[in-house]
């Protein structure tokens, strides 16, 4: 079954049923293409191989990752130049945009891969222009870094509608190539394109491994930790402070309660940490991060679930 049947599939994604119907509802016309894109993650090297020592011979690097987790974009080729999206997430902020000449100012959720689509129409890949529409799964929120998957789901899509009507197709391997003249994350968008299940992959690229599973027990598990701000708990200033407090707090008590590692899931702190704990202490290590929360008078965190996956599709 196409791509333009995904509106209606029964059996597809509800998620990326509503993307190809909201496509269509917006341009008149189904999408030529699908294509799904995992949010990434990164993990420390001292999360990973807390007891190795870098060495001249092996510098260490930290690990990025595909998660379970999706963002989708619908594309249709145009042949004018120009660039029609729109965003399910952000409905009221659809717009226009030139692929070549003069830059046009792009809404907040459009500026990364406007600027990466030009890049690409600039190197002949997509100059034609299309319609597009994409959709986040996870609120910004959950703080998985969104702007690398959302890049390449749209690069990937755009090259790939415009090569089915005879333009020379883009290998992924060009596209990362491509992507390192773009300001971003360059190891996530690594994770996206080229991500395997159960796989981590050294951020430069030069290496492969599976989580580490300690003294031959069974593999570890991810769950990404994010604090919820009370609602009117201060001024700005305030409520980051607690929410600092918060994670920390729950950090701690997570490592009491048996998780091996907490980092950053992105290049910045923010309010998500990523635990890595062996799966028999999953219950432990949530019951101790919510008891840590309430101790500090913050809603109860969330609390995702993260599995290694593939990198980016395409969807039939």
Same mark, same amino acid.
């Given at each position: ?71 989708? &974009? ?13 965003? +399910? ?44 529409? /994409? ?25 790939? /509608?415009?090569?089915?009507?005879? &333009? ?44 580490? &599973? ?7 598990? +991810?769950?990404?930790?994010? &604090? ?45 940490? #990523? ?27 969330? #609390? ?13």
């Amino acid at each position: 079954m196409s791509t333009v049947d995904l509106a209606r599939r029964a059996t597809a994604d509800p998620l990326l049923r509503l993307l190809a119907h909201g496509f269509a509802t917006t341009y008149q016309r189904p999408p030529g293409a699908v294509w799904r894109a995992p949010y990434a993650f990164r993990l420390a090297a001292s999360a990973v191989e807390p007891a190795a020592l870098p060495t001249a011979a092996g510098p260490r690097t930290d690990w990025v990752a595909a998660a379970n987790w999706y963002v989708a &974009a619908a594309v249709s080729p145009r042949a004018d130049g120009l660039l029609r999206c729109g965003s +399910l997430n952000h409905p009221a902020e659809s717009t226009e945009l030139p692929l070549t000449g003069p830059a046009a100012r792009a809404p907040g959720w459009a500026a990364r891969p406007y600027a990466v689509l030009r890049a690409l129409a600039a190197a002949g890949f997509g100059r034609g222009g299309a319609d597009l529409h /994409v959709n986040a799964t996870l609120p910004d929120a959950v703080g998985l870094p969104v702007a690398e998957p959302l890049e390449c789901a749209v690069a990937l899509a755009l090259a790939d /509608v415009h090569a089915a009507r005879g &333009a020379r197709p883009l290998p992924r391997a060009q596209l990362a190539e491509l992507l390192g003249a773009v300001p971003g994350d360059h190891g996530l968008r690594r994770a996206v394109l080229f991500g395997r299940t159960g796989q981590l992959l050294a951020a430069d690229g030069s290496a492969r491994r599976p989580l580490p &599973a300690p003294d031959g027990g069974p593999a570890p598990c +991810l769950l990404l930790l994010t &604090a919820r701000t009370a609602t009117g708990g201060g001024t700005g200033d305030t409520g980051a402070a607690a929410v600092a407090t918060g994670l920390a707090s729950a950090v701690r008590e997570a490592l009491r309660a048996g998780a091996r590692s907490a980092c950053w899931p992105g290049t910045r702190p923010g309010r998500s940490v #990523l635990l890595l704990l062996p799966p028999d202490r999953r219950a432990a290590v949530r019951t101790a991060v919510i008891d840590a929360f309430r101790r500090c008078d913050l809603p109860v965190p969330r #609390l995702l679930r993260i599995a290694v996956t593939a990198a980016a599709r395409r969807e039939n």
